[in-house]
C-alpha cells in the first residue's frame, strides 16, 4: 500500500502547482453556478411548489456541483494515462512492480481531489456570504453533513472506476475522443449534472437513478441539501457501494484482457 501512497502524494503535489488553471476554472464555475441559479430563480417565481425541491434545495445542489466539479465531472480525463496507451510508453508502466489498475486508480484520485481542492475553498467561501436566497447553507446537522462526506467518497469511486473503463478502451481504438465525449454526455445528463435527477419525469427518472451515473453527484449533493433522507438515503449509498464494487471488477477484468493482447511497437 505504501507504494501506491507514494504515487497518491507524487501526483497529488504536482497537480496542486497549476493554481493559475485552478483560478481560471473558479471564476469560470462560480459565474456560471450564478446564471444557473438566476435561471431557476426566474422558474420558481411562478409557481415553487411545482419543482420536486425547495429554491434553497437546488441552490445548493447548485453551488455544490460547481464546487466540486473537477471531481464530478466524467470529461476530465487524466491525459498521462491516455498517452501512455496510445504512445505505447505503458512499456514503462508494465515493468513496474505494481498493478497497473491500482496505480492508475490512485493516480486519477489525486489528480481529481488536488483540482478540487484548489477550487472549491473560494467558491464555498463567497457562495456561503451570498444574499438570502441565493447563499448556500450547511446541512441541519452534523448526521447529515456526515452522511454527505461518506456519499462524496464513494462518488470520487464511482467516477474514477468508470472512467478506467475508458482507459481500457482506449487499447482497442485507434482514437479514443469518440469513447470519450459519448460517456461524457451520459454521464453529465444521467448523473444530474444538466438538471437535477428529481425534476425528470417520474417514469424515466426510476430508470435514471438505477444506472451507475445516478451513483455520482446526484447522491451526496441530494443529501447535502437534504431531498434525499431517511430509507432513501441508506438505498442511495446502497447503489453507490454496489456500483463502485462492480465497476472495479469490470474494469480490474477489462484491463487483465486488454494487457494480454497488447503490443507496443518501437525500440
Known amino acids: 500500500m505504501k507504494k501506491y501512497g507514494a504515487v497518491f502524494k507524487i501526483r497529488f503535489s504536482n497537480t496542486l502547482q497549476y493554481r493559475t488553471a485552478a483560478v481560471a476554472g473558479m471564476v469560470t464555475q462560480f459565474v456560471w453556478g450564478l446564471m444557473e441559479i438566476l435561471a431557476f430563480y426566474a422558474f420558481y417565481q411562478a409557481d415553487p411548489a411545482a419543482f420536486p425541491m425547495s429554491f434553497q434545495q437546488t441552490v445548493s445542489y447548485i453551488w455544490l456541483q460547481q464546487a466540486f466539479l473537477a471531481l464530478f465531472m466524467l470529461w476530465f480525463y487524466d491525459n498521462d494515462i491516455l498517452t501512455a496507451i496510445s504512445s505505447g510508453s505503458i512499456a514503462y508502466e508494465l515493468a513496474r512492480p505494481m498493478d497497473l489498475y491500482n496505480r492508475w486508480f490512485c493516480q486519477s484520485a489525486a489528480n481529481r481531489l488536488a483540482r478540487s481542492l484548489l477550487r472549491c475553498a473560494p467558491i464555498l467561501s463567497i457562495a456561503f456570504v451570498l444574499p438570502t436566497p441565493f447563499r448556500l ?8 453533513l456526515g452522511m454527505f462526506c461518506v456519499a462524496m467518497t464513494l462518488t470520487l469511486g464511482v467516477v474514477i472506476a468508470i472512467s478506467m473503463l475508458v482507459y481500457v478502451s482506449t487499447f482497442y481504438t485507434i482514437n479514443s475522443v469518440g469513447v470519450r465525449l459519448v460517456m461524457a454526455s451520459f454521464a453529465d445528463f444521467f448523473s444530474g449534472a444538466v438538471i437535477p435527477l428529481p425534476f425528470f419525469p417520474p417514469a424515466f ?7 451507475p451515473f445516478a451513483a455520482m453527484q446526484n447522491i451526496p449533493l441530494r443529501i447535502y441539501n437534504g431531498n434525499l433522507t431517511g430509507t432513501a438515503l441508506w438505498q442511495g449509498l446502497g447503489l453507490q457501494l454496489f456500483w463502485l464494487s462492480l465497476l472495479i471488477l469490470l474494469g ?3 484491463l487483465q484482457q486488454a494487457l494480454k493482447k497488447v503490443i507496443v511497437q518501437g525500440g
Open 137 to 144: 447553507v450547511l446541512p441541519a446537522d452534523l448526521f447529515q
Open 205 to 211: 427518472r426510476q430508470i435514471a437513478e438505477l444506472l
Open 252 to 254: 480490474k477484468l477489462s
